[in-house]
């Protein structure tokens, strides 16, 4: 049995397993049941010997900041990992280089850039998520992407093996990149310009003005729910939905934000199947309208 196995192993390193550990608090959303092992490493010796020994189990999710994940009610029948706050670390390098560690906000990076009058890193002011979550879908705003700054990514794999990798051989695209979906993201390696703190803060301001006209903030929300279908249609997701769905729509407690219609929202007490439900109409409608199939942006986590 898995779990048994887990507590003889957990006695040879100093990170800890938790069993049946309740998810519904480690997301936006607000929504989720228990995994059955939670593993939260504090450092990357333990990360390593844990994949060497249990890397080939077939359900493993590396858990962020919890802001783009729909995660199911139920039992999630495996290892949900979330790296301790030694993988938040980040440092600067010459020239303008800045390493940060994968479980580092998008914000704290952006903050620290600015400290150091780098720029290049504004747009992260308004992701709300992690670095190795931005790294893993590209993720961007306001005409600004991962890939952008991105000099190399420090991986490791499910056999406890750590590879460097040069941006230059990952193929990046909208939301998605070319890299192994199996490895966890340790850190990353970015180049910035320097320029004036001032000039960096006004930015950082204005970008976080326009997210707060036009997004919803302080409620429970998962951000953008599905991608720009930008190789079938010209128009965003947002206008796509917007004339193809009635927006006072709601499933129990799932509802359409009144802000941004890309946005789904838990008004109080939504379900896995209420919000998954509301998701699967938006697609429905959208397709039936307009053709277009839409991808999520949002990663949905089953049992």
Same mark, same amino acid.
């Given at each position: 049995?898995?779990?048994?196995?887990?507590e003889?192993?957990? !006695?040879?390193?100093?990170?800890?397993?938790?069993?049946?550990?309740?998810?519904?608090?480690?997301?936006?959303?607000?929504? &989720?049941?228990?995994?059955?092992?939670?593993?939260?490493?504090?450092?990357?010796? /333990?990360?390593s010997?844990?994949? !060497?020994?249990? &890397?080939?189990?077939?359900?493993?999710?590396?858990?962020?900041? &919890?802001?783009?994940?729909?995660?199911?009610?139920?039992?999630?029948?495996?290892i949900v990992?979330?790296?301790?706050?030694?993988?938040?670390?980040?440092?600067?390098?010459?020239?303008?280089?800045?390493?940060?560690?994968?479980?580092?906000?998008?914000?704290?990076?952006?903050?620290?850039?600015?400290?150091?009058?780098?720029?290049?890193?504004?747009?992260?002011s308004c992701?709300?998520?992690?670095?190795?979550?931005?790294?893993k879908?590209?993720?961007?705003?306001?005409?600004?992407?991962?890939?952008?700054?991105?000099?190399?990514?420090?991986?490791? /794999?499910?056999?406890?093996?750590?590879? #460097?990798?040069?941006?230059?051989?990952?193929?990046?695209?909208?939301?998605?990149?070319?890299?192994?979906?199996?490895?966890?993201?340790?850190?990353?390696?970015?180049?910035?310009?320097?320029?004036?703190?001032?000039?960096?803060?006004?930015?950082?301001?204005?970008?976080?003005?326009?997210?707060?006209?036009?997004?919803?903030?302080r409620?429970?929300?998962?951000?953008? #729910?599905?991608?720009?279908?930008?190789?079938?249609?010209?128009?965003?997701?947002?206008?796509?939905? !917007?004339?193809?769905?009635?927006?006072?729509?709601?499933?129990?407690?799932?509802?359409?934000?009144?802000?941004?219609?890309?946005?789904?929202?838990?008004?109080?007490?939504?379900?896995?199947?209420?919000?998954?439900?509301?998701?699967?109409?938006?697609?429905?409608?959208? !397709?039936?309208? #307009?053709?277009?199939?839409l991808?999520?942006?949002?990663?949905?986590?089953?049992k």
């Amino acid at each position: 049995m898995l779990e048994k196995k887990l507590e003889i192993f957990s !006695k040879k390193i100093k990170s800890k397993f938790l069993f049946n550990y309740n998810l519904k608090k480690l997301n936006w959303f607000n929504i &989720g049941g228990e995994a059955k092992v939670f593993f939260n490493p504090e450092n990357l010796n /333990d990360l390593s010997i844990f994949l !060497k020994n249990f &890397g080939n189990e077939k359900n493993i999710f590396v858990l962020g900041a &919890g802001s783009n994940v729909l995660i199911d009610d139920g039992i999630y029948d495996g290892i949900v990992i979330k790296l301790g706050k030694n993988f938040s670390n980040i440092s600067l390098l010459p020239n303008n280089i800045i390493v940060s560690g994968a479980a580092a906000t998008d914000k704290k990076l952006s903050n620290f850039a600015l400290q150091n009058e780098i720029s290049g890193f504004e747009f992260l002011s308004c992701i709300p998520g992690t670095i190795g979550g931005g790294l893993k879908i590209n993720s961007g705003c306001y005409g600004r992407e991962f890939k952008d700054i991105l000099l190399s990514v420090q991986v490791i /794999d499910r056999k406890g093996i750590i590879k #460097t990798i040069p941006s230059n051989y990952i193929n990046y695209s909208y939301r998605s990149s070319s890299l192994d979906k199996n490895f966890i993201f340790l850190s990353a390696s970015f180049k910035g310009e320097k320029k004036e703190f001032s000039k960096i803060q006004t930015e950082m301001e204005n970008l976080k003005k326009e997210k707060n006209i036009t997004q919803p903030s302080r409620i429970k929300t998962g951000g953008s #729910t599905f991608k720009n279908p930008i190789d079938q249609t010209q128009e965003k997701v947002w206008e796509l939905i !917007k004339k193809s769905v009635p927006l006072n729509v709601s499933f129990g407690d799932a509802s359409i934000s009144e802000k941004h219609c890309n946005f789904l929202v838990n008004k109080g007490n939504a379900s896995f199947e209420d919000m998954k439900k509301l998701v699967e109409y938006i697609r429905k409608n959208v !397709k039936s309208k #307009t053709g277009i199939n839409l991808e999520t942006e949002i990663e949905i986590v089953g049992k």
